[in-house]
Nanobody, 125 residues
Framework: QVRLVESGGGLVQAGGSLTLSCAAS????????MAWFRQAPGKERAFVAA????????YYTDSVKGRFTISRDNAKNTMYLQMNSLKPEDTAVYYC??????????????????WGQGTQVTVSS
C-alpha cells in the first residue's frame, strides 16, 4: 500500500520559514517524479513545485521562485519543501504527490498516481 505522509506545517508570521516533509512508503521512491501542490481556502488545488527522480531537475510556479526550494533524499524516501520569506498568500493546505509517469505535464494534478493527506500552512500578517 502506497502512503505519502506530509509533516512540518504550522502557523508562522509573514517573512518566516517552514520546511515541509513528505515521507513515502510502498513505492519505489527513486523511480517516482514528485511534486508539491497547495489548496488555499476557496480555491482549487494548484501546482507549487516538482522534482525529478534524481533530484537534478526542479520546477516551480512563478509565485514561489526564489523563496521555496524542493529537494529529495532517495535514501530516506523523503521529499522536502523549504519555504522562506513566507507571505499570507502562501496560506494553504500543502499536498505531496507522486507519479511514475515522469515529468510530462508535471503541473497537472491528473498526472499523479498518489497523494498525501495534506498539511496546513498558515502565514499571519
Amino acid at each position: 500500500q502506497v502512503r505519502l505522509v506530509e509533516s512540518g506545517g504550522g502557523l508562522v508570521q509573514a517573512g518566516g520559514s517552514l520546511t515541509l516533509s513528505c515521507a513515502a512508503s510502498g513505492l519505489t521512491f527513486n523511480r517516482n517524479f514528485m511534486a508539491w501542490f497547495r489548496q488555499a481556502p476557496g480555491k482549487e488545488r494548484a501546482f507549487v513545485a516538482a522534482i525529478s527522480w534524481s533530484g537534478a531537475t526542479t520546477y516551480y510556479t512563478d509565485s514561489v521562485k526564489g523563496r521555496f526550494t524542493i529537494s529529495r533524499d532517495n535514501a530516506k524516501n523523503t521529499m522536502y519543501l523549504q519555504m522562506n520569506s513566507l507571505k499570507p498568500e502562501d496560506t494553504a493546505v500543502y499536498y505531496c504527490a507522486a507519479t511514475s509517469f515522469g515529468s510530462s505535464d508535471y503541473p497537472s494534478e491528473s498526472r499523479y498516481n498518489y497523494w498525501g493527506q495534506g498539511t496546513q500552512v498558515t502565514v499571519s500578517s
